[in-house]
C-alpha cells in the first residue's frame, strides 16, 4: 500500500511541475495597448527601437509607435534619418506618418497581405524557456507567423500584469 501511495505523489508531484514548466501559449487579446523593446538584425547591423503598439481587432484598427523608423520592414527603409513615427492601420490599409517631417504616406493593405493582425497569428508555438528580460521574470518562445508561416520569430512575454511597475 505504501508503494501505491508513493507512486501516485511522485506522478502529481511531476504533472505539477510539468505543468508549471510549460506555460499555455501565447494568446492576444483582442484589445490591448502594450510598450516594447524591439532588436533587429540586419547582416551585420543591430538596431534596438521601443515603441508603443495599440490593437483594437474588434474595430479593425491598429497603431504601432517606435522611436526610430529608419529600419521598419513596413516603409522604413525609404527614410535615410532615424526618425520616430506610426503605422497606423485602419479600413485594412496601413499608413506611415513621420510626425517630424509632417509626412504621411499609403503603404499596404489587406489586397498585400497586410492588415490587423489575427490574435491567432502563431502557428503552434513552440516553447523555449523561462528567462529574465529586463529584471523581469518571462517566457520566451519560437513562433511562426499565419497564413504563410514567416519566421520563425522569438516572442518573449510576461505574465506579470505591471511588469514595468
Do not use: H
Request: with cysteine; hydrophobic share 35%; aromatic share 20%.
Amino acid at each position: 500500500m505504501n508503494k501505491v501511495f508513493f507512486l501516485a505523489i511522485l506522478f502529481v508531484l511531476q504533472f505539477a511541475i510539468a505543468s508549471d514548466s510549460t506555460p499555455f501559449p501565447p494568446l492576444w487579446p483582442n484589445v490591448f495597448v502594450q510598450d516594447f523593446v524591439e532588436i533587429s538584425t540586419f547582416g551585420n547591423l543591430t538596431t534596438r527601437d521601443v515603441g508603443t503598439y495599440y490593437y483594437n481587432y474588434t474595430n479593425n484598427t491598429q497603431c504601432l509607435s517606435r522611436s526610430n523608423g529608419q529600419f521598419d520592414l513596413f516603409c522604413g527603409f525609404n527614410k535615410i534619418e532615424p526618425l520616430a513615427y506610426y503605422q497606423v492601420v485602419f479600413e485594412d490599409k496601413r499608413y506611415i506618418y513621420f510626425p517630424e517631417l509632417n509626412d504621411c504616406c499609403y503603404c499596404c493593405g489587406l489586397d498585400d497581405g497586410y492588415a490587423v493582425l489575427n490574435p491567432y497569428w502563431f502557428i503552434n508555438p513552440q516553447f523555449l524557456r523561462a528567462i529574465n528580460c529586463y529584471g523581469v521574470p518571462a517566457y520566451k518562445w519560437v513562433v511562426y507567423e499565419k497564413p504563410n508561416q514567416q519566421g520563425p520569430n522569438q516572442y518573449i512575454e510576461t505574465n506579470q500584469e505591471n511588469p514595468l511597475d
